[in-house]
């Protein structure tokens, strides 16, 4: 059946990289609701992306119809549950990947090797290669946890603008799991600020009486993602934690690079 030139939609217009220009479209825009927390409005949407409103309006329908966005009563739209099950899976299949690189961390400093991702306003735990040691930190991968009281969580908040910090910690709150815990906003963008000053992020007995962390970032990491060693107080000490910061940034680095060699542009 012959075809006119009519029937190639906007929607299967090729983009500058080679795609389809309505799958990066649908992407961004699920993007751009991530960063707005999971719930927006199309106007808003529309002043971040530069996409017309009518765009904008065919692309949250379909992605509505897939269960990937619902509208919410307020007509407002929030990211669906179908990516629910997107999201574990490839968390679970990130942790996998990672894991010769925490188990490398293992083998350098001798303590506990986690992986982390900021998951909405939480920390989860996505991987972990166990010390050798008889006594050893262990944190059961899927756990959540809040941001403010761990070494992952300063990691990966320490880029995030104070004013986002502030809206995070109002919306969790800051419960004190040890007396160390810090319970104050001030004071928890004052540790961030320590963060960007030294590169690294410390949890001094904050969620556990009797344990250090200390956690990274990785950077470029297509989602928020830390890498981090964690264990006895007695051992984690200020000059162990000399010679463990450079071998945390060193695979952190290099898991940057991977992630960015499978991600490309």
Not at 33 to 51: C, F, H, Y
Not at 73 to 79: E, K, M, S, T
Not at 87 to 110: F, H, I, K
Not at 152 to 177: F, N, Q, Y
Request: aromatic residues 4%; hydrophobic residues 40%; contains cysteine.
């Amino acid at each position: 059946m012959p075809t006119s030139s009519a029937s190639t939609t906007d929607s299967a217009k090729p983009s500058a990289g080679g795609g389809v220009q309505s799958l990066e479209r649908a992407f961004d825009l699920l993007e751009r609701m991530a960063d707005a927390g999971g719930e927006v409005g199309l106007s808003e949407l529309s002043a971040t992306s530069g996409l017309p409103l009518p765009t904008i309006h065919r692309l949250m329908r379909t992605l509505v119809a897939c269960g990937y966005v619902r509208q919410q009563p307020n007509r407002r739209y929030a990211l669906g549950p179908r990516l629910i099950r997107l999201g574990e899976s490839a968390s679970r299949l990130l942790g996998t990947w990672a894991r010769p690189y925490l188990a490398r961390l293992v083998e350098e400093t001798g303590e506990t090797a986690n992986m982390a991702l900021l998951d909405g306003d939480e920390i989860v735990y996505v991987a972990q290669v166990p010390s050798k040691h008889s006594m050893r930190m262990f944190t059961e991968v899927g756990r959540r946890v809040l941001p403010h009281s761990t070494g992952v969580g300063k990691a990966l908040l320490a880029s995030v603008p104070d004013e986002e910090v502030r809206a995070l910690l109002a919306r969790t709150g800051m419960p004190a799991a040890t007396e160390k815990t810090i319970t104050t906003p001030d004071g928890f963008l004052e540790a961030l600020a320590e963060v960007r000053r030294a590169g690294y992020a410390v949890d001094d007995n904050e969620q556990e009486i009797g344990v250090r962390c200390l956690a990274v970032s990785v950077p470029d990491s297509p989602t928020a993602a830390a890498v981090s060693i964690s264990g006895p107080a007695g051992r984690v000490t200020e000059a162990a934690t000399e010679k463990i910061v450079p071998v945390l940034q060193g695979i952190a680095a290099e898991l940057s690079a991977a992630l960015v060699s499978q991600n490309p542009g």
